[in-house]
């Protein structure tokens, strides 16, 4: 049958055309298609106007639609084939599914999602969950074939919308346990130092919305470890809510060695108003040698005193001193009592160990002194600003100059790096980047000794750098063991006491059964893991990981934003972090949105309107992370709050449209649901 014009007509049988690829098609100029098999399953008029730059009046051709969705099936069919799924087990069709999105991925979809969307059709673009449903599903409605038939054997297979749904829900429940009413994605908090001693802070967080609490292993100890957890076990029993614990690995984390300490000096100011005028004395705390400090306060100095000549101290009394500079000053003592000594200083001065304490009192005077002690020597640290060099030595102890001095040159500093070894697998014209990206170069040589750094990323002015600074290597490929000895040590703990573990650092897919042959050998072999995504390889080699999760056990990942964007570059972020998310939901495994999230709002106690609307995005992950500050409370009733009204707006990439409350005509319509 042929039309007017001349064009065949298509019905619900379309032929097979040979397979070409999806660039090189092109449509036949001037053609227009009578949409025969549309009409019939959707009632679509025959000649439909075209939109996005196209002529009026034409519409894409089926024939070629038809065809290149035959080739997205056929090549998820091979993709399924070269890869046995009997090792998978009840996650067999999650593997699948994801095996079929990659394959979906293969080609650049531009062209056809347009042409599909002007045919009123699904453009593929919520496909992660049940590419093969959908992929069927559109291919179906084209063929003029009943909605529901196509993809019936999909269905069946466990690929279908309600089954991505389902698998997902029930994964992200396994790890972060229920959602709380009205909020589907759950909230992780890192617990600071003072939640070890704090059980009123641990509370707090629950009761504004923290789901899952996080102890980073790269700090504090066992004894504090064990504190924390005691604390949230506690508020569990009050408010009746439990909390999952996740703990995370250090790693082998490469970071800057230590340098040689500063000078042990304190600067002791009162502080100024805008015209430099004193608006009150500075407040210094004596206390003996080793005393615990027990008095909270603000105070701009801590300082060490023989417990005896503290004990004679009274009210009033006068500490005369010279300082570092030998300018005469002098103390007012305000309080006096056991455990120490309040005093005030009405000048600045520097102060600092061994300097000379005297209080002259009775007739005739009698000089009472004492040694002061306990000024901490600063840390060290080398200045680099563009153009100057730092030496990276092959060693984990502080250079043997001063950091002051540090290099052999002017504009050249020297200093180690926590593992060795890997410098040795850098090499010239690699990237390296150091403190999150603040400061960054290039390696310009590369030896057995170390590797010289020219600095050509840093402000204007020069920053510093100090010791136990991150560092990352994004064009060198790290050849490190996953886990280290300590982290393997602190498994013990984490095995007896967590329900999760956050797997730092790791590169490969054969990282994750490394972890997991430990587990198993600590007699949690099914304890879930937090695949903690924070290198440039980790991210090319992620389909593989999800793959390796899948097979292994209970699995989430964790989008660790910070290090990835030091790793693929700031402007790269945004369109890593989609891809993350979309290759998670197509393995059905819950991600995490982490790194810097609210960070404003829990340090300052005020957010940015850059960060909020981060939040917000968050809502599209299973999880949400938050990390300590001092506001931190108020930080999670804050994203709590974000997120169950972002959860009315957004469901994953898809807009849920929700009535707007809007009063255009001066007055509300209320909601109708349709």
């Known amino acids: 049958m042929r039309t007017a014009r001349g064009t065949p007509a298509v019905g619900p049988r379309i032929p097979r055309p040979a397979s070409r690829p999806f660039r090189k098609a092109r449509r036949p100029a001037g053609s227009t298609v009578v949409y025969h098999g549309v009409t019939s399953a959707f009632g679509i008029p025959p000649h439909m106007p075209r939109t996005g730059g196209r002529t009026a009046g034409r519409c894409p051709p089926i024939p070629h639609l038809v065809r290149r969705l035959r080739a997205i099936l056929r090549r998820m069919r091979a993709a399924e084939a070269k890869m046995p799924l009997d090792g998978f087990g009840p996650e067999g069709p999650n593997a699948r ?336 980047w150091f403190d999150g990206g603040r400061i960054g170069g290039v390696a310009r040589s590369a030896g057995a000794g170390g590797v010289a750094v020219r600095i050509d990323r840093a402000p204007p002015g020069g920053a510093w750098l100090r010791g136990d600074q991150g560092i990352n290597l994004p064009d060198t490929d790290l050849e490190l063991p996953p886990l280290s000895e300590t982290d393997r040590r602190d498994l013990a703990f984490v095995v007896r006491h967590a329900d999760l573990v956050g797997y730092s650092f790791v590169q490969r897919a054969s990282d994750v059964g490394v972890l997991r042959r430990e587990l198993a050998r600590l007699g949690r072999p099914t304890m879930g893991v937090v695949l903690k995504i924070e290198t440039r390889r980790a991210f090319d080699a992620l389909p593989e990981i999800l793959l390796a999760a899948l097979r292994s056990g209970p699995s989430a990942v964790m989008l660790a934003r910070g290090d990835l964007a030091v790793e693929v570059g700031f402007e790269r972020l945004a369109e890593v972090q989609e891809e993350m998310l979309w290759l998670c939901e197509a393995a059905r495994l819950p991600a995490i949105w982490a790194t810097q999230v609210l960070e404003g709002l829990a340090k300052s106690g005020l957010p940015t309107r850059a960060e909020v609307t981060d939040a917000a995005m968050g809502e599209r992950a299973e999880c949400v992370m938050l990390n300590k500050g001092p506001h931190i409370v108020a930080a999670v009733a804050a994203l709590d709050d974000i997120l169950r009204r972002m959860q009315d707006h957004q469901s994953k990439k898809s807009s849920r449209l929700r009535s707007l409350h809007l009063k255009a005509t001066g007055e509300n319509e209320g909601t109708h649901e349709a």
């Open 97 to 432: 599914n994801l095996l079929h999105y990659l394959a979906l991925r293969h080609f650049d979809l531009r062209r056809t999602q347009g042409d599909l969307a002007d045919l009123g059709l699904s453009s593929l673009g919520r496909a992660e969950a049940h590419a093969r449903y959908n992929v069927e599903t559109v291919l179906a409605c084209l063929a003029g074939a009943p909605a529901d038939a196509a993809p019936a054997a999909a269905a069946r297979d466990g690929l279908g919308p309600e089954d991505g749904r389902r698998f997902l829900a029930r994964n992200s429940t396994r790890l972060f346990g229920r959602p709380r009413p009205g909020r589907d994605t759950r909230i992780m908090v890192t617990m600071p130092s003072e939640a070890a001693t704090d059980a009123g802070l641990v509370r707090a967080l629950v009761e504004g919305g923290m789901d899952c609490m996080r102890v980073n292993c790269a700090h504090d100890g066992p004894a504090a470890w064990a504190g924390m957890i005691a604390n949230l076990r506690r508020a569990e029993r009050a408010t009746g809510r439990p909390v999952r614990v996740e703990m995370d690995l250090g790693g082998p984390r490469l970071r800057t060695g230590p340098l040689e300490p500063g000078p042990a000096v304190v600067k002791v100011r009162p502080p100024r108003d805008d015209f430099g005028r004193v608006v009150r004395p500075a407040r210094v705390r004596w206390r003996p040698p080793g005393a615990p400090d027990r008095r909270p306060g603000p105070f701009e100095a801590e300082l060490e005193a023989p417990a005896a000549w503290l004990a004679r101290r009274r009210r009033g009394d006068r500490i005369r001193f010279r300082d570092a500079r030998g300018a005469t000053r002098s103390f007012r003592v305000t309080r006096s009592g056991p455990g120490g000594v309040d005093a005030e200083l009405e000048k600045t001065a520097y102060l600092t160990n061994g300097l000379s304490l005297e209080v002259r009192r009775g007739r005739p005077a009698q000089a009472d002194r004492a040694v002061l002690s306990g000024v901490p020597s600063r840390p060290g640290r080398v200045r680099l600003a563009p153009g100057s060099t730092l030496r990276l030595l092959a060693q984990s102890s502080p250079p043997r100059v001063p950091s002051a001095r540090a290099g052999r040159g002017p504009g050249t500093s020297s200093i180690g790096v926590s593992i060795p070894s890997v410098l040795r697998q850098v090499r010239r014209g690699h990237r390296i």
